[in-house]
């Protein structure tokens, strides 16, 4: 086995992608205004933006996409997908959905209009929204390794806080909770893991309190298998056997399958209560389509379910962690600054630590991704000042986050070890050159803050 320490598939079809020089790519960036975002995709060698609906899909899913059954109602393909659901997950109702925020707005409907507080680990931004607008609070209660940028080697830092949970419950009445959320893995610090033990403990709390627990399941399959790796009694599992385990705990799930669904678009939730899935149902049909497809087409539904089978097969997910693994050890290993352990879908460097000499109000983690896009034509993404930055409602003063971060986020099934090399030699050579960089300034952003990321343009500080 130990000689077989490579990719666990061969190359069917390749899609070509496009060296260039530095010239272009600092022309290209300067009429993108300095934000990646504005790039257009061909103008990128190695795309680390996200790993959302990136995924390479297999033979067998392309083969998947011929045979989907495009029937308005009772579409076959619906019920291989639910098939599939059932036995993985074990939930006995299923609701397409055309992508995971559609399945949070759903779950935001059914549980987040009467006030009150929904507690999880760390919510993710879409489901946040959704709740913030039907009236409900979200709190997040990960704990203390999983806040901060130190290098505490805890190894399930998506966990909930468990002492805190109690307290909150402790403290509140119960009505005023209308639902607890895990998180898997903990999207919101870097795809960090949730451990089994944490699980079960929340839901236990919740059903003596009796308050439902659902799992935002978009990176199930990563979690499962550190479950396997770090946790003891785990090791001689399935990945299967895991992944029935931990949504047994939980009255349902949404899902992102644009994540390890390993396809390029789609989502679900999933419930074990018929009376709530007939108003999931209702929802769906005035926001997502008809029942049995909800947003998707056939063929998607049909890539998807072969996907989540393929997503939890052990030998495909040991490469998978393999790879984010390397990435991070080769960057530790130049003296970049990362946040350890890396989790499961990225990298994230300190931008902060790699540029200290630039203050927050100056965007380090802007111009670290500006900076390698022209060294190496690798497209991060900024999560710190630019992103993260809140306006004091009474002053209207800009109060920047804790972390400076920049997200190297890998693909599924897409990129090669190889390209993994360009990315760490392109930050090493910026990291040479760090004492030299300077800041940007804003020229132009949105009215919304908090999206401000997306359209935002910049310009060097040149002094
Ligand atoms: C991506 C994601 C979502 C939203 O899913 P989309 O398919 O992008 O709409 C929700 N929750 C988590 C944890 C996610 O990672």
Redesign the pocket.
């Known amino acids: 086995m130990e000689f077989l320490d490579a990719e666990p598939f061969r190359i069917k079809a390749v899609e070509p992608i496009k060296k260039s020089t530095r010239k272009e790519r600092e022309q290209w960036i300067k009429e993108a205004d300095f934000n990646v975002f504005r790039l257009r995709a061909d103008q990128v060698y190695i795309d680390m933006l996200t790993d959302?609906?990136t995924s390479a899909m297999s033979s067998t899913q392309w083969a998947g996409i011929m045979t989907g059954d495009e029937s308005y109602a009772g579409s076959k393909s619906f019920f291989r997908l639910e098939k599939a659901i059932q036995e993985l997950m074990g939930f006995p109702f299923i609701q397409p959905t055309h992508?995971?925020?559609?399945a949070?707005f759903i779950m935001s409907q059914l549980y987040a209009k009467n006030g009150g507080y929904i507690l999880g680990n760390m919510h993710?931004d879409?489901?946040k929204g959704h709740a913030e607008i039907a009236g409900s609070t979200p709190v997040d209660l990960i704990i203390e390794e999983g806040r901060t940028a130190n290098s505490n080697p805890h190894p399930f830092k998506g966990n909930m806080d468990i002492e805190k949970l109690k307290d909150f419950i402790a403290t509140h009445d119960t009505r005023e909770i209308p639902l607890i959320i895990i998180?898997v893995t903990c999207?919101g610090n870097g795809g960090q893991p949730v451990s089994m033990e944490n699980i079960r403990t929340v839901a236990s709390i919740a059903k003596a309190h009796n308050i439902p627990l659902m799992i935002?399941a978009?990176?199930f399959a990563e979690n499962c298998y550190f479950i396997k790796q770090r946790e003891p009694g785990y090791a001689d599992k399935s990945i299967k056997e895991i992944v029935l385990e931990m949504f047994s705990y939980a009255e349902g799930c949404?899902m992102?399958?644009?994540?390890d669904g390993l396809v390029n678009i789609g989502?679900f939730i999933c419930t074990r209560d018929e009376s709530l899935f007939a108003q999931i149902n209702q929802l769906a049909i005035i926001n997502e389509g008809f029942v049995t497809y909800g947003g998707m087409s056939g063929r998607d539904l049909e890539a998807l379910a072969i996907g989540l089978e393929e997503g939890v097969n052990e030998e495909y997910l040991a490469y998978r962690i393999a790879q984010v693994a390397y990435l991070g050890n080769e960057l530790s290993k130049r003296g970049i600054p990362i946040i350890q352990p890396v989790g499961g879908h990225g990298v994230y460097v300190d931008a902060q630590k790699f540029y200290p000499h630039i203050p927050q109000s100056e965007f380090p983690g802007q111009a670290l991704v500006v900076e390698l896009f022209k060294t190496g034509g690798v497209r991060g993404v900024e999560l710190g000042s630019c992103a993260f930055s809140k306006k004091d409602p009474k002053t209207g003063e800009i109060i920047f986050p804790e972390l400076e971060l920049v997200r190297l986020t890998v693909s599924r099934r897409v990129y090669t070890n190889r390209h993994m090399d360009v990315v760490v030699n392109s930050l090493a050579d910026v990291y040479q050159r760090r004492n030299e960089m300077k800041g940007l300034r804003i020229t132009y952003q949105g009215p919304i803050i908090s999206l401000r990321h997306f359209t935002a343009k910049f310009e060097p500080i040149i002094d």
């Open positions: 959302s609906g992508q995971g925020r559609a949070d993710f879409s489901f998180t999207n935002d978009a990176r949404v992102s399958s644009k994540k989502g």
